[in-house]
């Protein structure tokens, strides 16, 4: 199951930071925070990925809580290309193999 | 970046039919694959994780004898929807995982009818 919590919906400036915060209160130790994002009918696009500090790529920066609680998914221009639902996970490591179970995700609308 | 490729992209099959969905890792071997459905405007639902060579690992109440995967080799998963009825209806989507990473297919849409 998912242990994350997100909001459904977000609307964002063009040109402005879209800041997507993601709740994951029961994570554990060892295991990592993804983010991925979903437009329309497609598969999901890695965004970034992080376990205790901050990290920014190309695309994202992902801002980490202390206590890792939280987390929150920053694009810092957000362009109308970005509306899509953004999905934060918690990478779940079985046996079995690493699993990624996906949140209800945040629907992210970019406005002109 | 990795790719994984689905085939096909969509497909419409009667009531009662068998259908089946090649995932093939295209740059890199994957030894865990996972196999998703998503339902309109819902999340991606695990189904199950495919291990090659083994048995795959089904979650809690995803039906093994309807949903049959075949890892067979390091690049190909299938899943075979069997005797598909509209409910079955759904996008599925795999994924592989190399290193940290997970690369998604870019999914199939199953419409039975």
């Known amino acids: 199951d998912a242990k994350t919590t997100q909001p459904t919906s977000m609307d964002c400036a063009e040109g402005r930071a879209a800041n997507l915060p993601c709740n994951h209160s029961t994570i554990s130790g060892n295991e990592y925070v993804y983010w991925y994002r979903q437009i329309h009918s497609q598969g999901p696009q890695y965004i970034i990925h992080g376990l205790k500090n901050n990290e920014t790529n190309e695309m994202a920066s992902l801002i980490i809580t202390e206590d890792r609680k939280s987390s929150t998914l920053i694009l810092p221009h957000a362009t109308l290309r970005d509306t899509a639902v953004y999905y934060c996970i918690v990478r779940v490591d079985n046996p079995t193999g690493n699993q990624f179970y996906f949140g209800t995700g945040t629907s992210l609308t970019v406005i002109p | 970046g990795a790719v994984v490729s689905q085939h096909p992209s969509w497909v419409i099959c009667k009531s009662g039919t068998s259908v089946k969905i090649e995932c093939r890792s295209l740059?890199?071997?994957?030894?865990?694959m996972f196999w998703y459905r998503q339902f309109p405007k819902q999340s991606l639902m695990l189904m199950a994780t495919s291990n090659e060579g083994s048995k795959a690992t089904y979650e809690q109440g995803v039906e093994k004898d309807k949903f049959l995967i075949n890892h067979a080799s390091l690049t190909l998963s299938t899943l075979t929807v069997t005797s598909a009825h509209p409910e079955d209806s759904s996008f599925y989507i795999c994924?592989?995982?190399?290193?940290?990473?997970?690369?998604f297919g870019q999914g199939t849409r199953l419409t039975v009818v």
């Open positions: 994924s592989a995982v190399r290193e940290t990473e997970a690369f």
């Open positions: 740059d890199f071997q994957a030894t865990t």
